[in-house]
């Protein structure tokens, strides 16, 4: 466990192994569920959900470790056939092939690096979280339209018409309710154990 305390430490007081287990499990349901919030859209193969949400969120809360391992095993239920994706798409491993491929595969490093800033950022409050959900929001971004632009053969224009731009107002929106909830939390937190070091 990272020497930092994250939010999920502060809500969930826990310590040891099986307090690490219950965090997972509930960043799992979670990312379940922001899954199921999912809109198609007509002119593109990758329709809008809350996945992205989830995955950053989930970063923030438990930082790069925990955070990863939670997206890893969310993947593996999804390859594993489990309905834990979005509804649009192929079943299970299939998935890994489609269009929205690049975008799942970029949930680990994403989650690492966003809960890695917010472990290791010298940048503290609403400034840390923006800074953190953005650079995982870019990296979740560009690994979805290399995958569009190359597997899927669209190439880098249509690739970013399809993959990135439709969804900037939807995901600025996204960052801006994460900033709010987690400064929420890691308020409440510094109110119950005094602030963070």
Known sequence: MSQTKVLADRIYQGEGLAADVVRIVAANILLALCAHIAIPLPWTLV???????????????????????????????????????????????????????????????????????????????????????????????LSGCAWLATA????????????????????IIKMTVMVGAARGLELAGEKVQGPTP
């Open 47 to 141: 329709p809008i959900t809350g996945q992205t949400f989830g995955v950053l969120f989930v970063a923030v809360l438990l930082g790069s470790r925990r955070g990863a391992i939670a997206i890893v095993l969310y993947l593996l239920e999804g390859m594993a056939g489990l309905p834990v994706f979005q509804p649009y798409g192929l079943p299970g491993p299939a998935r890994f092939f489609g269009p929205t491929a690049g975008y799942l595969l970029a949930y680990p490093p994403a989650a690492f690096l966003a809960g890695w800033l917010m472990e290791n950022a010298r940048i503290k409050g609403a400034v840390r979280l923006a800074s953190a959900l953005f650079c995982g929001e870019v990296l979740i971004f």
């Open 152 to 171: 899927m053969g669209l190439g880098w224009s249509s690739a970013l018409q399809q993959g990135a731009l439709p969804f900037l107002p939807g995901e």
